[in-house]
């Protein structure tokens, strides 16, 4: 099997990734600020270096999932400007950096798969998530703007969006809240709608997701953005 490379493998979706593609046989380097290959993807530095050592070290990475990710939440009014730089740092940027040196090396090849993790709030708006949103939303345009551009090379771009998934993140955000039973339900106060099939994901299905668009069986699908969310974002 292949190269896969998962940054924000350490936890959370990005866990779940590294598992299934490593159950599926591909060689995974996951990396992350404490994974096995230690990097920051707001360092473009760091990215650099991550991504020649992981070449040098296994060979040609055939697969990049962006997965890394983090959220601060507020009103859009009161946000600050450091809570911004740090979610594009990281959700935007992070992504750009990160698929611009893979893809260099995936062009030349004729081959690979690019997958970005986004979030379902990218596509919707959400109250009190707008610097979130709007970080999840440019990385999701850029990948797939990334994808026709590549597309001519055999490189395929997607984006998954996961809505509500119990990860780590996700628990950060329920203090005072009623926990998961409220994000299934909604609240109209805040114009969301709830999760129609009445669960939270499971880290594992926005991985099935994942693993499925850098598959062979995908082979002819590219610049797509895959809604994982119980159908809590009517589209």
Known sequence: MSIAVVTGAASGIGAAVAEALAAEGHTVAGIDLDGPYAADVADPLAVTGVIASIEDGL??????VNAAGICRTG??????????????AVNATGVMRVSREVARRMAPRGRGTIVT????????????????AASKAAAAHFTRCLGLELAPRGVRCNV????????????????GTGGAAAVIAGDPALF???IPLGRL??????AA????????????ITMQDLYVDGGATPR
């Open 59 to 64: 060979g040609p990475v055939e697969i990049l």
């Open 75 to 88: 009103p859009a009014v009161d946000l600050a400007d450091a809570d911004w730089d740090a979610l594009f």
């Open 117 to 132: 993790v986004a979030s379902n709030a990218g596509g919707i708006p959400r109250a009190h998530m707008a610097a979130y």
């Open 160 to 175: 998954v969006s996961p809505g509500s998934t119990d990860t780590p993140m996700q628990r950060a955000l329920w203090a």
């Open 192 to 194: 969301k709608t709830g």
């Open 201 to 206: 994901a499971e880290p594992a299905d926005v």
């Open 209 to 220: 997701a994942v693993v499925f668009l850098a598959s062979p069986a995908a082979r002819h």
